[in-house]
DNA sequence: AGACAAGCCTGTACGC
DNA sequence: TGCGTACAGGCTTGTC
């Protein structure tokens, strides 16, 4: 599933090969994809216009265009964003096509939106009225890259809060980014049990979580993310990436802690979310 | 055939 | 009263 670093190779993908470019036809397949406003507002809104910039923030990719406007794209679950020869086969679930016109250094190409489960959307809007066009934007927490996320600010996000902490790692309100796979990584790495309440956690162990919240996450955008068996995650060459091979407790349910060779405990908290653990690496005890 | 996985929103219930 | 929190349900579909 895309998470930031997944995220992040797609957006280093755009800004090595489609920033700058002019889009000059536009084809929505489903109107699904671009429920948010209309077939009308995407296609007209991405006609015509250039890709001035490749950002993104949490798990949301933002490209501002030469009109003005800025072009969201989240790809949820099972969202993929390819980039292909013009004219090439395209795979069951493009939703969107935008046509990019040939330059000097690069041919006709087509940037594709495929998301099989709809999930996903393309949002075109005016940066004047991202509160009421695209509120969770602006709701959006610390992205721990982006915004250069330090043990202080960390302090802050979990003082008095009572949740787990693995909860509030997934809560996108208030750090920006980080979904099932690299939480479980995360805590692991800082050796904190996913059901301590965030607020009884002391500075060694805040300063461990801020540690292994970087160092993976950016172990990761090193390694062009996590693809996993379903290669639901590909970037914008269609290429899998390898952090996968690096995971310690996401999806080895059963195997042995590659730390202490007990073995991995997987359970599901709230809303059904599976939670990876090592029981001795992430006592209980304290919690 | 039916359960399941995912991210994120909404609605409801509860406790501080 | 109101907020923070937990949890269920909904959306979707390929895979097991």
Not at 205 to 229: C, F, W, Y
Request: glycine share 10%.
């Amino acid at each position: 599933m895309p998470e930031l670093p997944e995220v992040e190779t797609v957006r280093r993908g755009l800004a090595a090969r489609v920033v700058g470019r002019r889009i000059d036809h536009v084809a929505v397949g489903r109107e699904r994809a671009v429920r948010r406003t209309s077939v009308r507002a995407v296609v007209d809104g991405l006609t015509g216009t250039t890709i001035l910039a490749a950002c993104r923030r949490g798990k949301y990719l933002l490209l501002p265009l030469d009109s003005g406007d800025t072009v969201m794209i989240h790809l949820r679950m099972s969202g993929q964003l390819l980039l292909a020869p013009s004219g090439a086969a395209r795979p069951a679930h493009t939703h969107v096509v935008a046509s990019l016109a040939p330059t000097t250094r690069r041919p006709a190409e087509e940037l594709w939106f495929v998301d099989p489960r709809t999930f996903g959307e393309v949002v075109v809007f005016d940066p004047d009225r991202a509160a009421v066009e695209v509120p969770e934007l602006v709701a959006l927490g610390i992205d721990p890259l982006v915004d250069g996320l330090d043990v202080a600010m960390l302090t802050r996000l979990f003082a008095d809060r009572r949740t787990r902490i693995k909860s509030l790692l997934l809560d996108q309100h208030v750090i920006a980014g980080i979904g099932n796979i690299y939480a479980d990584e995360i805590l692991h790495r800082a050796r904190i049990h996913p059901d301590r309440e965030a607020r009884s956690l002391r500075r060694p162990q805040i300063a461990a979580v801020h540690a292994a919240m970087k160092g993976i996450l950016e172990d990761s955008v090193r390694a062009g993310g996590s693809t996993l068996g379903d290669r639901q995650y590909v970037d914008l060459m269609g290429a899998g990436g390898s952090y996968q091979d690096d995971h310690r407790v996401y999806g080895r349910a059963g195997q042995r802690c590659l730390t202490c060779a007990r073995g991995i405990v997987r359970r599901t908290i709230a809303g059904g979310r599976s939670t990876h653990h090592c029981p001795v690496c992430q006592r209980a005890a304290t919690l």
